[in-house]
């Protein structure tokens, strides 16, 4: 299974990526060491969206806080860049990807990760990832 996170990414051009204490949501919580993951840089926080692909080198699932009835999982993860970006991808190229019955793949990205807007790490189709590729 390959992954996509969606996160404030300050420098797309980096070699290596460290996210601490990220949200996880359809499936993420399974990333794993050696994973292939897609990363975008959040639009919320000034990005752009697709800007490289990676293998996860580290992963380390946060504990949940006692007392607390509902938390979405949390892990913290790092990433070896392998590949940047040739062509844009982001909430603009998605938005029009709205049929979330159509199993297209570009409507599973939208619906991940930008129905609800928050930075997330998330587990991709195979569909997802091989339409992913074709943008490096």
Avoid: C
């Avoid at 460290?18 to 990363?39: R, S």
């Avoid at 006692?66 to 603009?92: C, D, M, N, W």
């Avoid at 998605?94 to 793949?105: A, I, T, V």
């Avoid at 570009?106 to 339409?131: M, P």
């Amino acid at each position: 299974m390959a992954f996509a996170i969606k996160a404030e990414i300050a420098d797309p051009r980096a070699n290596t990526f460290v996210f601490t204490a990220q949200k996880t949501m359809y499936g993420g919580k399974h990333i794993a060491k050696g994973d292939t993951v897609f990363l975008f840089a959040s639009e919320n926080e000034g990005g752009q969206g697709l800007v490289a692909r990676g293998l996860v080198t580290s992963t380390e699932a946060i504990l949940r806080k006692p007392g607390i009835a509902r938390q979405t999982p949390r892990v913290s993860l790092a990433i070896e860049r392998t590949a940047l970006a040739k062509r844009p991808l982001g909430r603009s190229e998605l938005k029009r990807l709205n049929d979330w019955n159509d199993g297209q793949p570009g409507t599973e990205l939208n619906f991940k990760f930008y129905r609800q807007a928050t930075n997330k790490v998330v587990g991709i189709s195979d569909g997802a990832a091989a339409f992913l590729n074709d943008f490096f």
